[in-house]
């Protein structure tokens, strides 16, 4: 019993060391996405909302991973949402542009 008692002893901080040599880099990850997502939300949300919906889902999934101390998820998913937060921004920058080009057209055309 006592063994027992010792394994378990040392198998609870031997994860708790590998929780906690997770957590920065899970914490830098989330950082990350959430910066990125913060500077996209404003114009995405109006720009392309559903894929802005989605994007915004994968995110507080991410989060929950993380509030659920799940480090390993938070770093194997990160990279993906945060690509997928970078081609929120760049489908919104498109969008942004096509308008542009299209308001560009009509004042050119009624100033004709």
């Known amino acids: 019993m006592r063994v027992l008692l010792h394994t378990l002893a040392v198998l609870a901080v031997v994860m708790a060391a590998g929780c906690a040599s997770q957590l920065e880099p899970a914490k830098?990850?989330?950082g990350d996405v959430s910066t990125a997502m913060a500077e996209v939300s404003g114009d995405a949300a109006q720009a392309v909302p559903?894929?802005?919906a989605e994007v915004q889902r994968e995110v507080a999934?991410?989060?929950?991973?993380?509030?659920?101390?799940?480090?390993?998820?938070?770093?194997?998913?990160?990279?993906?949402?945060?690509?997928?937060?970078h081609q929120l921004g760049s489908a919104t920058a498109a969008k942004k542009a096509a308008?542009?080009?299209?308001?560009?057209?009509?004042?050119?055309?009624?100033a004709n």
């Open 28 to 30: 830098d990850m989330l």
């Open 50 to 52: 559903e894929q802005f």
């Open 99 to 110: 308008l542009m080009q299209s308001l560009n057209g009509a004042w050119a055309q009624r």
């Open 61 to 85: 999934e991410l989060q929950a991973h993380f509030d659920r101390e799940d480090y390993a998820a938070v770093i194997a998913d990160g990279p993906a949402v945060l690509i997928a937060v």
